[in-house]
């Protein structure tokens, strides 16, 4: 069975960055979309980046010109987190789409707070 691997996650104050990591255990054949998903407490899980393995790229409105998606060519995928506020705090999650099947990270923490 497949499994994601999160890293990356912590404490950091306004204004700090992170890189989010997320690995697949074996290869994923059928991938066409990689994302990080982030859930708040008591908010319901938000799409916070997506990129396409043709490498388009998708963010959400409040991380625009903040946050960064890529992937490589093992499709591993990454976030880097620049200029993190206070509301960024949540579970960040890693999902890899196929079809029919989504995979998806166990979470990894992110708290950002002064």
């Known amino acids: 069975q497949v499994q994601l691997v999160e890293s990356g996650g912590g404490l950091v104050q306004p204004g700090g960055s992170l890189r989010l990591s997320c690995s697949a255990s074996?290869?994923?054949?059928?991938?066409?979309?990689l994302a990080w998903y982030r859930q708040a407490p008591g908010k319901q899980r938000e799409l916070v980046a997506a990129?396409?393995?043709?490498?388009?790229t998708n963010y959400a409105d409040p991380v625009k010109g903040r946050f960064t998606i890529s992937r490589d060519l093992k499709n591993s995928v990454y976030l880097q987190m620049n200029d993190l506020k206070v509301e960024d705090t949540a579970v960040y999650y890693c999902?890899?789409?196929?079809?029919?099947?989504?995979?998806w990270g166990q979470g990894t923490q992110v708290t950002v707070s002064s």
């Open positions: 999902k890899i789409a196929t079809r029919p099947y989504d995979y």
């Open positions: 990129i396409t393995v043709g490498g388009s």
């Open positions: 074996r290869t994923i054949l059928g991938i066409y979309v």
